[in-house]
């Protein structure tokens, strides 16, 4: 147990220094500006998503649907993709234009929460496509609206979060995580019964316990949950693949250092030599 609780810390402490920020907000492959300009840009076409959405159902004498909508995981998560976005673009912002990006400033347990918060938007989306065409897509495409919506809530968002992992320069998602993720799993099956509780509706036909048997509906949950540790770990490989090879065959780094604030007209963030490199941990 006191490793346990040792291997933890050492994790929590990982993920909140200076360098894991920088990597965070910094890219191998972009400039920082062009990273911060991807990142508004998916922001806003998320939460054109989502609003035209509600607008349109409410619109179309289903305002109660919209309503009860943010009782399912996919919406939710789509929600926390735009969101996730929208601050992610602050802080490269921050980074590029001031020279220390916005999470810098913020409480260490904040900066843990942000990583949370960066794990669940390339983890959950694989998991809501995976489900969704898997289980759920009988009518994906009975109209033009409905074509584009789940197009772009079951499909763009793994879009979204492959850039977040192959476009950043984003440190291994520490295993730490992997237990955060598995208790918002957790607290979300809680909210999908406590929807049926106060609305009578099942979101998820598979959480149906009238349909279906208690070992059915067991076998789904836990189904999802070993699929989204599954994720988990091929995302987190897919980092570190991605980090060793940007350092060993193209021997590039992300850009690391704080901007000169007494020079903000000859130091220019994309450009200068990085004093922090952001290095490939053991797997």
Known sequence: MANLIRALRKSYEEITT????LCLNSSWILPTSALFAWRLLASVYAFTVLFFHIGWRCTHDAC???RQSFSYFTVLGYWGLAFYFAFAAAHTATYRWKGRPWLLDWPS?????HSVFYASVTVFPYVVTAVYWGVLSGE???????TWSNISQHALNSVLAFSE???TGSKPHPWINAAALVVLLACYLGLAYLTYATEGIYVYSFLDLNANSSG???A??????????LVFVIVRYLQWLRMWIVETKLHRWQPGP????????????????????CKTSAP
């Open 18 to 21: 200076a360098e894991y920020v």
């Open 140 to 146: 994906a495409f009975i109209s033009t609206f409905s």
């Open 109 to 113: 347990c904040m900066r843990w929460l």
């Open 216 to 218: 059915i509906v067991a």
């Open 64 to 66: 109660e649907a919209a």
């Open 165 to 167: 992992i192959i476009l």
């Open 258 to 277: 704080s901007q000169d604030s007494q020079h903000p007209k000859t130091i220019d963030t994309e450009m200068q030599e990085p004093k922090i490199l």
């Open 220 to 229: 789904y949950c836990i189904g999802i949950l070993v699929g989204t540790i």
